[in-house]
């Protein structure tokens, strides 16, 4: 299976073949890799080069190498070619979600509203902290999903917004 | 943990709290005796005074370190433990009183001689008067709580239109954290430091202070990384600084360790912050230039002995720096985060001190401070502690959760930070960093392959695989558990 893969600012084309041989941009790799933590972390010997990647996070995926910590992706050429069209019919349309777990505090706006880019649209309370979650640019308020005094879970989904001009 | 410690090295039993957060914490393990104390919301755990100081009684306690958190600086605290026959760790709740109270600390320095930065010397009635002060001081200025600390219920404001969101978030973040939502407001020093000096006082008139830490790389008022001796300040600075914090210090009748802070301008003008009238999170700094146990020293005061060596004995070597990792997105404006420690590995090796409640499988909550760990680097000077801290944290994995590891390694290798160059503004015009991280292209292909790897091996072991929404996706990993 061939993957489309990010790295930082650096776009590859992966490929693992029979017998765990790598194609990196159609060119074969000599590298040989070792699982130390499963599902975590490997260690990889590319020639004499020896490097050590640890997955930090999985959504949005982290790698930790050798001190570097950069965000990468890896999507099978179907799974890209299925989220190149997801993006394109959703078009301005932004899901505000919690960024963490907390309490809903405030509600700035009302839906219908027409708030301009970093307005405040909300106060969430997490780790006795008040954080300010804005609009990510100017937009319509669609729909509030959830009210003031609500705890929420990291990732829910709390305002649809709409770009507009 | 680190009063564990300091008790088991001077041969004292540790008696530990914990809520129910906490009952696989570390501190529960390496304690001798441990007790619950209520369910995670701290006003039911940690924050109860009445639940604290009778578990200390039963559990037969001679003294009760308050840590440097929660009720570290309660005056009513200190209270209660000494009303119970038991010794507090800490100043007396009267000096506690005088100093926690920042409109009066600031009439305590300006009376003492020590320069205060222009601003309110009472505690702000309304929004009116807010209003009419700060244009009085000239904006911008800082909005502060007046039993603050730790940042919270602190606010910058850049103008007039600004100040009633300010008012409305800090007197809100200042009730909840403190149950006092009163506020103050004085000038804000542009490109300041924030310069603290430790101090160290006996019940029997003995006072020394032990140096300085700069702390201006914050965000959010709270500090991320410390160091001393502070790249800006002379021997000739530290002696005013080290004068003043003692002024401050005598004239509260101050007894055990505390911190006495300062903003420092472009022309090495001081003025007074505050006093922490506690051990501070950045100890170690402190500790590891002057060979001294700041804890082991607070439990002998505490138990009425003198200090054991004089001003003129303390020896200042070297230089140390504190990176304070916390479960904070630093790629996402230091978001809070959440979530499993799924892979450790804490640096060693020459020179480097971690302070650490970590382990693996240790689920990270939002109930308390982000706080995760502390590695300190020491060397014989600045050059050499920033190599030591530089590579202790590129040996570093924390796994599982965003950290703020990534900002301490680019912190440690930026040119303005290196040469010493930076003020409390730091953090906003240095991060996130304007170019992306360089990674050679070997490790480009490495970190490539591992992506591929990772990302098949979890879809392999996932029920379902479709590109879809959030909702499902976490039904799935909740299903996975």
């Known amino acids: 299976m061939i993957y489309e893969v990010s790295v930082g600012e650096r776009r590859l084309r992966v490929d693992i073949g029979a017998h765990g041989r790598f194609l990196v941009d159609d060119g074969v790799v000599a590298a040989e890799t070792a699982e130390i933590v499963r599902g975590r972390q490997w260690s990889v010997r590319l020639g004499h080069d020896s490097h050590e990647v640890t997955v930090l996070t999985h959504d949005p995926l982290r790698l930790l190498i050798d001190g570097t910590e950069v965000e990468a992706s890896a999507l099978d050429e179907r799974a890209a070619a299925a989220a190149r069209g997801a993006s394109a019919a959703r078009g301005g349309r932004h899901e505000l979600r919690a960024p963490m777990p907390g309490l809903l505090k405030t509600v700035h706006v009302a839906e219908g509203d027409v708030v301009e880019r970093d307005a405040p649209i909300m106060t969430l309370e997490a780790m006795k902290m008040e954080n300010e979650l804005l609009a990510p640019a100017r937009s319509r308020v669609v729909r509030l999903v959830v009210g003031p005094g609500t705890k929420v879970e990291g990732g829910a989904m709390l305002a649809v917004l709409e770009e507009s001009q | ?481």
């Open chain 2, 1 to 481: 943990m680190r009063v564990i410690r300091a008790c088991h090295e001077l041969g004292i039993r540790a008696v530990a709290v914990f809520s129910d957060a906490d009952r696989d914490a570390l501190h529960v393990r390496l304690a001798d005796e441990a007790y619950p104390i209520g369910p995670a919301a701290p006003r039911e755990s940690y924050l109860a005074i009445g639940r604290l100081v009778a578990l200390a009684r039963r559990a037969k306690c001679d003294a009760v370190h308050p840590g440097y958190g929660f009720l570290s600086e309660n005056a009513d605290f200190a209270d209660a433990v000494r009303e119970a026959g038991i010794v507090f760790v800490g100043p007396p709740a009267d000096v506690q009183r005088r100093l926690g109270e920042k409109t009066q600390a600031r009439r305590l320095a300006r009376d003492a001689g020590v320069p205060v930065a222009d601003g309110t010397l009472a505690p702000l009635r309304d929004l009116d008067t807010a209003r009419r002060e700060a244009k009085r001081i000239g904006y911008p200025v800082m909005l502060k709580a007046v039993a603050g600390g730790g940042g919270k219920g602190m606010r910058a404001v850049a103008s007039a239109a600004e100040l009633d969101a300010a008012w409305r978030l800090s007197s809100g973040e200042a009730a909840g954290a403190f149950g006092s939502a009163a506020l103050f407001v004085e000038k804000l020093i542009a490109h300041a430091r924030h310069v603290e000096m430790q101090i160290l006082a006996d019940s029997r008139g003995g006072i020394v202070w032990l140096g300085e830490r700069d702390c201006s790389i914050q965000r959010r008022n709270q500090k991320l990384i410390e160091e001393s001796p502070g790249p800006s300040v002379d021997a000739a600075l530290r002696e005013r600084l080290g004068d003043a914090a003692l002024r401050i210090a005598r004239a509260a009748g101050y007894v055990n360790a505390g911190t006495v802070e300062f903003l420092v301008d472009e022309r090495g003008a001081f003025s007074f912050l505050e006093v922490n009238t506690r051990l501070q999170v950045e100890h170690p700094v402190t500790e590891l230039v002057t060979g001294l146990d700041l804890v082991a020293l607070q439990l002998h005061i505490a138990a009425g002995e003198p200090l054991p060596f004089a001003q003129s004995d303390v020896r200042r070597r070297g230089a140390s720096i504190e990176l304070r990792v916390t479960a904070e997105d630093a790629r996402r404006g230091f978001m809070p985060a959440t979530g499993r420690i799924a892979l450790l590995r804490e640096p060693a090796g020459p020179g480097v001190r971690v302070d650490s409640a970590l382990f693996e499988g240790l689920t990270v909550t939002s109930d308390y401070d982000p706080l995760l760990m502390k590695v300190i680097a020491h060397g014989a000077d600045r050059t050499e502690a920033l190599a030591r801290a530089r590579r202790a944290v590129r040996e570093t994995i924390v796994a599982g959760l965003p950290t703020s590891v990534a900002f301490h390694a680019h912190v440690l290798g930026e040119p303005d930070f290196v040469a010493g160059r930076y003020d409390t503004g730091y953090v906003a015009t240095h991060w996130p960093p304007r170019a992306p991280v360089e990674v050679d292209d070997s490790a480009v292909t490495a970190a490539a392959l591992v992506a591929v790897l990772a990302t098949r091996g979890r879809a392999a072991r996932r029920p379902v695989a479709s590109p879809d929404g959030a909702w499902s996706r976490v039904g799935r990993e909740e299903a996975l558990r």
